[in-house]
């Protein structure tokens, strides 16, 4: 149970202890609330009382706990020091393609990972680090709409539509709408998309919520492509080619699991955007945090390392098996416990060849995106069982689907199949 048990406390309360003796190491997405969780009944479905009931267990965030077993086991071998003196300038490469903040190592270390895993071509591509893809995802819609407004003066006064297939990442359309920006602006779903001109189409791939690989769907003439490849990853889906797009977003929150450190990357392949992104990246923030750099170097070569056949004594235990066995163990129960009771559907993934693993799999998508059979809101359902999950509605359809993050520590996620199995149908 990943270094945690489950206590009572002083006030009878149940919570999470974590065993770490650091309390930055990891939470377990778990709060402690009082109240018992007993006897609620919602569209027709009741549920039964089991121990532990008054734990509020969160899955509603991507947050990537899962992770941590393997990188307690690997620690020191991954541990970065950084004197006083050192990565004090706001420059770390000077002669790096106009990318003045970034690191040689990081840009290096990621094109390498790139070709291990075969997921993406990075060589003869501008590497742009961020704050995280999120930052990424912003600064490639400014890029790619100040190329537009750069070209011609007859879209001056035009919001460059943005649109992805439904259902879409939820933070897509809730980060445009907070940002009200005067270039761009959140048409929703793709699908839908009819308007002649300039517009700008997110491919996630495969797809958060419903882990579904995706290509384009509007394809007309002004089209531009950002794709988010945050889960093109072996644990998570069958990698079955490079992907080659134009602007390419990838983090390291879903690749290795280190969310905490605010690390992506896009790979761009023309040079007027990727300036442009540089650009924006100055203004905003002048670039990323170099420690945070450092930290992603590190353990991208190790991750890189355990697949590199020059390397025969001192390979690490692979990050990719780690996590696909997780994934693909955690999917199994979650399959069974769904159809034992029988209130929810879940989507059914075709396999296919993996050149990563070198066979057929089975995709292991990082959420589960479930759908309460008898209609009506799936995440209230779930919340009286103090299961936060997060609703449909958020990714642009109906309340009846919820997405459940498969990505939480053992201990949260066996909590949530335990409360599953408590669902009986009326
Ligand atoms: N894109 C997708 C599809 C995501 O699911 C997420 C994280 N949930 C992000 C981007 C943002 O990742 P980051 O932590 O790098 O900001």
């Known amino acids: 149970m990943c270094g945690v048990e489950i206590k009572k406390n002083g006030n009878g309360n149940s919570e999470i202890n974590n065993n770490s003796t650091r309390n930055y190491e990891n939470g377990n997405g778990?709060?402690?609330?009082?109240?018992?969780?007993?006897?609620?009944?919602?569209?027709?479905?009741?549920?039964?009382?089991?121990?532990?009931?008054?734990?509020?267990?969160?899955?509603?965030?991507?947050?990537?706990?899962?992770?941590?077993?393997?990188?307690?086991?690997?620690?020191?071998?991954?541990?970065?020091?950084?004197?006083?003196?050192?990565?004090?300038?706001?420059?770390?490469?000077?002669?790096?393609?106009?990318?003045?903040?970034?690191?040689?190592?990081?840009?290096?270390?990621?094109?390498?990972?790139?070709?291990?895993?075969?997921?993406?071509?990075?060589?003869?591509?501008?590497?742009?680090?961020?704050?995280?893809?999120?930052?990424?995802?912003?600064?490639?819609?400014?890029?790619?709409?100040?190329?537009?407004?750069?070209?011609?003066?007859?879209?001056?006064?035009?919001?460059?539509?943005?649109?992805?297939?439904?259902?879409?990442?939820?933070?897509?359309?809730?980060?445009?709408?907070?940002?009200?920006?005067?270039?761009?602006?959140?048409?929703?779903?793709?699908?839908?998309?009819?308007?002649?001109?300039?517009?700008?189409?997110?491919?996630?791939?495969?797809?958060?919520?419903?882990?579904?690989?995706?290509?384009?769907?509007?394809n007309k003439e002004g089209g531009m492509v950002i794709c988010d490849l945050a889960y093109y990853w072996p644990q998570y889906t069958p990698i079955t080619a490079p992907a080659d797009y134009d602007v390419m977003l990838f983090t390291l929150s879903k690749a290795t699991g280190h969310a905490g450190s605010r690390v992506g990357w896009a790979i761009v392949k023309n040079k007027e955007v990727a300036m442009n992104m540089i650009k924006v990246m100055t203004l905003e923030t002048i670039g990323t945090c170099h420690e945070g750099q450092l930290r992603a170097t590190k353990l991208l070569d190790f991750v890189a390392d355990g697949y590199d056949d020059q390397l025969v004594d001192d390979k690490p235990d692979g990050l990719f098996e780690f996590g696909h066995r997780v994934l693909a163990e955690r999917w199994e129960k979650l399959r069974a416990a769904v159809e034992s009771c029988g209130a929810f559907s879940l989507p059914d993934f075709p396999s296919d060849f993996c050149n990563f693993w070198g066979k057929h799999c089975q995709p292991n998508p990082a959420y589960a995106w479930m759908e309460l059979k008898s209609g009506g809101e799936a995440a209230k359902l779930m919340s009286e069982l103090k299961i936060r999950?997060?609703?449909?509605?958020?990714?642009?359809?109906?309340?009846?689907?919820?997405r459940v993050n498969m990505m939480e520590s053992d201990v949260s996620f066996n909590l949530f199949l335990e409360r599953l199995s408590t669902i009986k149908l009326e």
């Open 30 to 218: 778990i709060t402690k609330i009082n109240g018992n969780g007993n006897g609620i009944t919602s569209n027709g479905v009741h549920h039964s009382s089991r121990q532990n009931d008054d734990v509020v267990i969160n899955l509603d965030q991507g947050d990537p706990k899962m992770y941590f077993p393997y990188w307690k086991n690997v620690d020191d071998k991954c541990t970065i020091t950084i004197k006083a003196s050192e990565l004090m300038s706001y420059f770390a490469d000077v002669s790096n393609g106009g990318v003045f903040y970034q690191m040689p190592e990081f840009t290096e270390a990621v094109r390498r990972v790139h070709r291990v895993v075969g997921n993406a071509v990075a060589d003869d591509r501008y590497i742009i680090g961020g704050t995280g893809s999120s930052q990424l995802f912003t600064v490639a819609l400014k890029a790619l709409a100040s190329t537009v407004k750069s070209s011609t003066t007859d879209y001056e006064n035009y919001r460059i539509p943005v649109v992805c297939a439904e259902p879409y990442y939820s933070c897509y359309g809730e980060a445009l709408e907070e940002g009200k920006s005067e270039v761009y602006k959140w048409e929703g779903d793709a699908n839908k998309f009819k308007v002649d001109g300039p517009y700008i189409e997110v491919v996630t791939t495969p797809n958060n919520p419903d882990g579904r690989c995706r290509e384009p769907v509007v």
């Open 389 to 402: 999950t997060r609703c449909g509605t958020r990714f642009g359809v109906s309340a009846k689907y919820i």
